[in-house]
């Protein structure tokens, strides 16, 4: 069994991308032996009002048991508790926030409110780092990369609260992680799109240093291609048990519980 | 057969005090994705006593030797490009005819001057004789300057290549980060400089875009800091391409730009 917790459908605004459609998805997931999709609507991302991708989501993935849904919830925006509530209502296994994209402080007063409902519902907020390598980014895409500042203040604020964070690199885990008390690292998990393997190794390492039971299996597909985080995995020397916690056991145990 | 045009190699001078185990993984990373030669350079003292981009003469002489040392234990797998900094002509000259002697097969130009620059001229007459590639860094879309180096971009390596019509140029790390796009337009009528595939980035879309934009005679297959990513990119074309052309990209470009010899099958 293998979950890419970190899909999405619909197209990007900065260039052209093949394969953003939900066929397109299942294709490529087909491709890299992909069983199950977590998929964010990508156009809602940079929309004013990003929930109004949620009932097209809903509709997609309703027809095909491989797709999940991670709705977005924006706090600035009246009607997020009535999104949210259809979230955990609905089984979606995250709901995600783009603060840097919405334009809101990332770990301010809003997405604090937000990161205590996330809580409460016992809902996953997935957040993302980044999309792009931000030395190729549009010149009109200005956005910042998400701090690791806003995530360790978040994790922080609320005990309750589950962060699933994508697109994340070395530096920037380690800098939550060993920021962060046992008890709030052990409340992130954090998607493997992002992070290099050989020869720097740097997965291999935060597997060591952070643990194994932290990391997730993601691609960022169709904007990356997913072969690569399948070549991470294949080129860690991992027991079959070990492997099957980053593709799929660690995402159900600590996320879909 | 598979070739990796871009990979690096660290040593002793290094800052790094695990160079020796990066260059053990990537060896035995190589081995597992199937890499028959692993085609390095050494920037010099990698920072330590002159900038990676900028390095001093001694430093650009250490590096060299270093590489030259390791293809010596490993003569099965690796080769070497001749690193050099255009600012010091003599040098680089003497250089290039040093480590081309001792068995390097091309020529490494990182970011010491732009490519647009006529200090370039020598060294490219220099691989012209020996009939080595030049293997340039690319910043793709380079909209300023960066610190830390003197980077090109795709049109201003096409204006080099253009100057040398008879030099084979490798377009460094198309998925390095930066506007490819915009890379691939620049070198799409340029017919002797040839696109390497490596680079941290997999965007989708962009191995579709190389073949269109450059085509898949004048594509190369390399990893530069990341193997996963390579690794990756080459899984994905061996779904796209059949396997004729796939076999290009994986070696037959390369063993046609590099010099004769300088692979086991060649």
Redesign the interface.
Known sequence: MRIDVNAFVGAYPY?????TSPDGLLRAMT?AAIDEAWVSHLPSLFWRQPMEGNAWLYETVAHEPRLKPVPALHPGVSGWERALGEAADRGAPAGRCDPMYYGLDPAGPDMRVLAAACGAAKLPLMMAVRL?????RH?NDTAAELPAAAVRALIRSDEDLRLLITHADRGFIEEVHFGSTPDEAARLWWDVSWI??????HLALLLGTIGLDRFVFGTG?????P??S???L??LELEPQQRAGIESENARAGLLR | MLIDVHAHFYHAAAPRADWRERNASRLAAGRKIGVTIHVASILGSWGRTSPIYFPSPPDVEAGNTALLALQREQPDVIRGYVTVNPNYTSHARAEIARCLGAGMVGVKLAASRRATDPLLDPICELAREHGVPVLHHVWQHRRRDWPGQEASDGAELSALAARHPRVRFILAHIGGGGDWEHSLAAVRATPNVYVDLSGSGVDGGMLEACLAGAGVERLLWGTDLTMDTGWAKLRYLERLLPPGELELVQWKNAARIFPRGAFPAD
């Open positions: 260039r052209r991308v093949p394969g491709r792009e390598d931000a030395r190729q010149p290099w393997g050989p020869p720097e190794d597909q169709p904007l990356r291609i072969e690569a399948m070549a991470k294949d080129l």
